[in-house]
């Protein structure tokens, strides 16, 4: 039997209309299902390349707010490497009389956990270490200082040593009218597994001059540009 539809077209009773309308739906609901994967697999990418993972125990660290410093984080949920940039980071010395001058300055927080720090590398062009005051009140316009990078804040002391420089090893530096006069830089590839499950651990830069005489009392402003490049991985955390 014909069935007249409101058109010039017939159709017979029990046509397909009503399927079809349910089949449209089933379709508009299988794009939408797509569109929702394809999401999560941009996210999953984006996370992917910031070194970020839905699991907790396997992201990234937090970099310190300080005017100049910046983070870039590449790799996945388990291998990261963090990319730290320094543009005239200022750092305030003090002097420690007969114990030379130090400044000290926190980079980065690791996650919670037990961290293992595979390599390090740190670069810092000529002429990128400047002593802001200089002329013997702060810095002597010619001091030898010591840089490095440590899990620790350096200690009144001569140079670094041990935890102040356990991520990049000491580099010696040179003033000349008061900036540093050639490019300084160290690569480090001895792996270290560090215990941050109660405390995190940390990425400090370190400097220390190398004598007494390369610092007066007065503090002065240390300031760093220049790259460090921190490869590690979380082995997990005890809570």
Same mark, same amino acid.
């Given at each position: 039997?014909?069935?007249?539809?409101?058109?010039?077209?017939?159709?017979?009773?029990?046509?397909?209309?009503?399927?079809?309308?349910?089949?449209?739906?089933?379709?508009?609901?299988?794009?939408?299902?797509?569109?929702?994967?394809?999401?999560?697999? %941009?996210?999953?990418?984006?996370?992917?390349?910031?070194?970020?993972?839905?699991?907790?125990?396997?992201?990234?660290?937090?970099?310190?707010?300080?005017?100049?410093?910046? %983070?870039?984080?590449? @790799?996945?949920?388990?291998?990261?490497?963090?990319?730290?940039?320094?543009?005239?980071?200022?750092?305030?010395?003090?002097?420690?009389?007969?114990?030379?001058?130090?400044?000290?300055?926190?980079?980065?927080?690791?996650?919670? @956990?037990?961290?293992?720090?595979?390599? @390090?590398?740190?670069?810092?062009?000529?002429?990128?270490? %400047?002593?802001?005051?200089?002329?013997?009140?702060?810095?002597?316009?010619?001091?030898?200082?010591?840089? @490095?990078?440590?899990?620790?804040?350096?200690?009144?002391?001569?140079?670094?040593?041990?935890?102040?420089?356990?991520?990049?090893?000491?580099?010696?530096?040179?003033?000349?009218?008061?900036?540093?006069?050639?490019?300084?830089?160290?690569?480090?590839?001895?792996?270290?597994?560090?215990?941050?499950?109660?405390?995190?651990?940390?990425?400090?830069?370190?400097?220390?001059?190398?004598?007494?005489?390369?610092?007066?009392?007065?503090?002065?402003?240390?300031?760093?540009?220049?790259?460090?490049?921190?490869?590690?991985?979380?082995?997990?955390?005890?809570?």
């Amino acid at each position: 039997m014909d069935v007249w539809d409101g058109t010039s077209n017939r159709r017979e009773e029990g046509s397909q209309r009503g399927p079809d309308r349910v089949d449209w739906d089933e379709n508009v609901s299988q794009v939408a299902a797509a569109q929702t994967a394809v999401n999560v697999n %941009v996210t999953d990418i984006d996370n992917a390349l910031t070194g970020v993972s839905d699991d907790s125990t396997h992201t990234v660290g937090a970099v310190t707010s300080k005017t100049g410093l910046t %983070v870039a984080e590449l @790799g996945d949920g388990a291998m990261h490497k963090t990319v730290l940039t320094l543009t005239a980071v200022a750092m305030a010395s003090a002097d420690s009389a007969a114990n030379c001058a130090q400044t000290i300055q926190e980079l980065y927080t690791f996650p919670e @956990g037990h961290i293992l720090i595979l390599s @390090g590398h740190a670069v810092f062009g000529i002429g990128n270490i %400047v002593a802001t005051t200089g002329g013997g009140t702060g810095y002597n316009t010619a001091a030898n200082l010591g840089i @490095g990078v440590g899990t620790v804040a350096a200690d009144a002391g001569a140079g670094l040593d041990g935890t102040e420089e356990d991520i990049c090893t000491e580099m010696d530096v040179n003033l000349a009218a008061k900036a540093s006069d050639a490019e300084v830089s160290v690569a480090q590839a001895t792996a270290a597994a560090y215990d941050g499950s109660t405390s995190a651990i940390k990425a400090i830069l370190n400097t220390s001059t190398l004598a007494d005489g390369d610092h007066g009392a007065t503090a002065d402003i240390l300031t760093v540009t220049g790259t460090i490049t921190i490869v590690w991985t979380t082995l997990g955390d005890d809570a």
